[in-house]
């Protein structure tokens, strides 16, 4: 049986993925200390754009009014720069939400692809 993956974004380049907090302002699922990902590969292209502060407001909002489009307030994504897309072995996860998946431990991603920011900027809503 062919592998299933699940993604995460990330400006950064990482060995290892580790649970961090989380923090979503509608749902308490979205709050939990742990490795988030997504098997929407788009959403997590999203987060792999980055979040360059303008200012201490800085918000990037992710609802299903604004389809798969990341809505940037206060804030942009890195221009120029590069992102991160890692293929996490969906079966170490837990389903949390919708498209979302939660893993507890550490995990190392089966693979890693870099993105150039500037390829996804149709992805964005800069407010």
């Known amino acids: 049986m062919k592998k299933e993956y699940l993604y995460h974004g990330s400006p950064k380049r990482l060995e290892?993925?580790?649970?961090?907090?989380a923090f979503d302002t509608g749902f308490e699922e979205g709050c939990q200390f742990a490795v988030y990902a997504t098997s929407n590969k788009k959403m997590a292209i999203c987060f792999?754009?980055?979040c360059v502060e303008e200012n201490e407001n800085?918000?990037?909002i992710?609802?299903?009014e604004y389809g798969d489009k990341m809505v940037f307030q206060n804030c942009h994504p890195n221009y120029g720069g590069k992102g991160?897309?890692?293929l996490l072995d969906k079966e170490k996860f837990t389903?949390?939400?919708g498209s979302q998946w939660v893993c507890?431990?550490?995990i190392y991603p089966d693979d890693v692809?870099?993105?150039s920011v500037d390829d996804y900027l149709d992805y964005c809503i800069i407010r």
């Open 62 to 64: 992710m609802l299903p």
């Open 84 to 86: 991160f897309l890692y």
């Open 58 to 60: 800085a918000e990037r």
């Open 95 to 97: 389903h949390a939400m």
């Open 113 to 115: 692809i870099e993105i």
């Open 48 to 50: 792999a754009l980055g």
């Open 104 to 106: 507890y431990e550490e």
């Open 16 to 21: 290892k993925l580790v649970p961090s907090q």
